[in-house]
């Protein structure tokens, strides 16, 4: 960092003679100087309320005010009592005149005429004087930044290292919450895998058995679902798919997905949506994962028994929602931070409602992504807690589509079932997909990677091959390209089976030739439809 330039050194030079005045300033001329000139004491005396002189020459003789009026009250006035001051006399100075010089504050008397080095020399000694004094003043002030920065740096680093550990700990939080929630779903479905290895009869308990595996399965796609859309939305990749709608079926299938949880904890629900049309332009399935996140979080936060409320008004130009519950409600503290990521009410240990506390997270950058708003209200611990939402409402609806005049016949089916060939390196994944097709009907062989792909298609001729993408050797891709590159399977439909679902995925595999788009777990409705529609 550059040293800036020292401020200009000031002299006063008092005389009420002008030749004086000129003289004194030939001899003192010098790069650095400001020469200030009075030609009478009250003179001086303004000069000394504007600018902070090093050294003062005053002469002895002066009609008004003398040299010795001067200094004394220059010595009266803080801020000039240490300003030094040398007399300029025409005759020597008796013993008496210099004792009360000096008593004003004199450093010096100087006899008429001035000897110009006697004069350059002392000049010299309160210039570089008052030089180190600014130098110093420098430096202390450039002290008191370094050490105000190294204050406010001390401060910055203390709520960096606090905001880390606050992070690290909801971080280590997250993942015990992760691992508890994946674990969940997971016990229940392995006793429902060890009911039906040791035989478990037909009939209803089987099929309570099997509903039971498949809602928990369901959970925890639901869990893995939300961490992508975290992802998502960290990386800018979420897309709002916006169609003119209304609200009142928006919240009705926010009900229909959330009324499970609600029946489990035995509570009351009271929904009030007005009669009017509620219109936005907004995407349905984002709109209906926002209340139905909230009715969730009302539903796991509020004890059996309690009531949950859903209410739809319009309040000027926005639609307003309210989701309402008498639970177990929100500390002061928390209630500004219940929106971010990771974070719920109650400790780690009592959170038996469970959640990754990422819900409220996408909820709100949701809402913002249509153009509203959300906040939280609670009046503490024990007392409920309601969630506002308010989105912008359009005044006109969609243009209708026109009704087809005839009804599209039904797509026919393949009789017999239809040939399929899966390819996977998941052995367990393959197989069960398989039995599972066969037991439609279809026609089903199974590989494990591309090399294998390629020698089963030498003698079997499919209609839709499930493709893993991620195969050892040969890629999902490059398996693609070459079946698509073969004349003799130019009919043969392509299906992507991936675990990567984003709409940048998605295109990628339309490119590479994929007809079809499945995220694992491949949802087998999707594909029977699929093997539906080639029948054609």
Request: net charge negative.
């Amino acid at each position: 960092m550059s040293t800036p330039a020292p401020a200009p050194v000031h002299f006063l030079l008092v005389d009420d003679l002008e030749e004086n005045l000129l003289a004194l300033e030939g001899l003192l001329r010098r790069d650095g100087l400001t020469l200030l000139k009075a030609r009478s004491g009250p003179a001086a005396l303004e000069l000394l309320l504007v600018h902070e002189v090093a050294l003062a020459f005053v002469d002895v003789r002066m009609p008004g005010m003398d040299g010795f009026e001067l200094a004394e009250l220059m010595r009266g006035t803080e801020r000039t009592r240490r300003v030094p001051i040398i007399f300029l006399t025409a005759g020597t100075p008796d013993q008496q005149r210099r004792f009360r010089g000096y008593e004003t504050g004199a450093v010096d008397f100087l006899t008429k005429p001035l000897e110009a080095h006697v004069v350059q020399s002392k000049a010299d000694v309160f210039f570089e004087l008052w030089r180190e004094r600014q130098e110093v003043a420098r430096q202390r002030d450039e002290l008191k930044l370094i050490a105000a920065e190294n204050a406010r740096l001390l401060a910055e680093t203390q709520r960096t290292a606090e905001a880390l550990r606050e992070a690290d700990r909801r971080k280590d939080e997250f993942l015990a919450t992760l691992a508890h929630e994946l674990r969940n779903p997971l016990a229940p479905m392995r006793n429902g895998v060890h009911l039906m290895s040791v035989g478990q009869p037909d009939g209803p308990a089987r099929a309570r058995t099997l509903a039971m595996m498949e809602r928990q399965l369901g959970q925890m796609v639901h869990l893995v679902d939300d961490l992508l859309d975290v992802a998502r939305f960290s990386s800018g990749k979420i897309v709002l798919r916006k169609e003119r709608l209304e609200l009142a079926p928006v919240l009705g299938t926010a009900v229909e997905t959330s009324r499970p949880l609600i029946e489990v904890g035995r509570h009351e629900l009271t929904v009030d949506v007005p009669a009017e049309p509620l219109l936005l332009d907004g995407d349905r399935t984002r709109l209906t994962q926002i209340f139905a996140n909230l009715l969730n979080n009302a539903a796991k936060y509020t004890p059996k028994g309690g009531r949950i409320t859903l209410s739809a008004a319009r309040e000027g130009e926005k639609a307003v929602v309210r989701v309402g519950d008498n639970g177990i409600g929100i500390s002061a503290e928390m209630l500004p931070q219940v929106f971010d990521l990771f974070t719920q009410v109650g400790s780690a240990v009592d959170r038996a409602q469970g959640g990754l506390g990422i819900g409220l997270t996408l909820v709100k950058r949701l809402v913002a992504l249509h153009g509203g708003e959300i906040a939280a209200h609670s009046a503490g611990e024990g007392k409920g807690s309601e969630f506002v939402v308010r989105l912008p409402l359009v005044n006109r609806p969609a243009a209708a589509e026109p009704a087809a005049s005839v009804a599209a016949p039904p797509e026919p089916r393949l009789k017999g079932g239809a040939p399929v060939l899966i390819v996977d390196d998941n052995l367990d994944a393959a197989e069960s997909l398989a039995e599972l097709l066969e037991m439609k009907g279809h026609t089903v062989r199974t590989a494990r990677d591309g090399a294998e792909a390629i020698r089963v298609l030498g003698t079997f001729r499919p209609r839709l091959v499930l493709l893993d993408l991620g195969l050892p050797g040969m890629s999902g891709y490059e398996l693609a390209e070459r079946l698509r590159d073969d004349p003799a399977l130019s009919g043969v439909a392509l299906a992507a089976l991936t675990g990567w679902g984003k709409d940048e995925d998605r295109r990628r595999t339309k490119e590479a030739g994929f007809d079809y788009h499945f995220v694992k777990p491949a949802d087998l409705s999707q594909v029977d439809a699929v093997l539906a529609g080639l029948g054609q």
